[in-house]
Nanobody
Framework: QLQLVESGGGLVQPGGSLRLSCAAS????????IEWFRQAPGKEREVVSC????????NYADSVKGRFTISRDNAKNTVYLQMNSLKPEDTAFYYC????????????WGQGTQVTVSS
């Protein structure tokens, strides 16, 4: 079955860190750009970050620059989103998608993982 599976979400205090994983099953991530999205209740979906296929060019939403880092481990067929200095406004449902280029048509979507930042 061809799918993306996210993990790593949870509850964290403000200022804390989480690392989300986006693992591919049934296909290789090498040839795809991987984009992380988030959506909070009552808000529109937001692109958080994207990493291209080789050479792995990255981009970030202004709201997360300097705090989040996207990376890929092709040997593990996984893309990570390291989230540091988390804020309550980062609370959202996070999910990943695969496309040939960042911002392009998406071929695969994950089911998502909840991130809650609260004291």
């Amino acid at each position: 079955q061809l799918q993306l599976v996210e993990s790593g979400g949870g509850l964290v205090q403000p200022g804390g860190s989480l690392r989300l994983s986006c693992a591919a099953s049934g296909f290789t991530l090498d040839y795809y750009a991987i984009e992380w999205f988030r959506q909070a209740p009552g808000k529109e979906r937001e692109v958080v970050s994207c990493i291209s296929s080789s050479p792995g060019v990255t981009n970030y939403a202004d709201s997360v620059k300097g705090r989040f880092t996207i990376s890929r481990d092709n040997a593990k067929n996984t893309v990570y989103l390291q989230m540091n200095s988390l804020k309550p406004e980062d609370t959202a449902f996070y999910y990943c998608a695969a496309a040939y280029v960042c911002g392009g048509g998406y071929y695969y979507w994950g089911q998502g993982t909840q991130v809650t930042v609260s004291s």
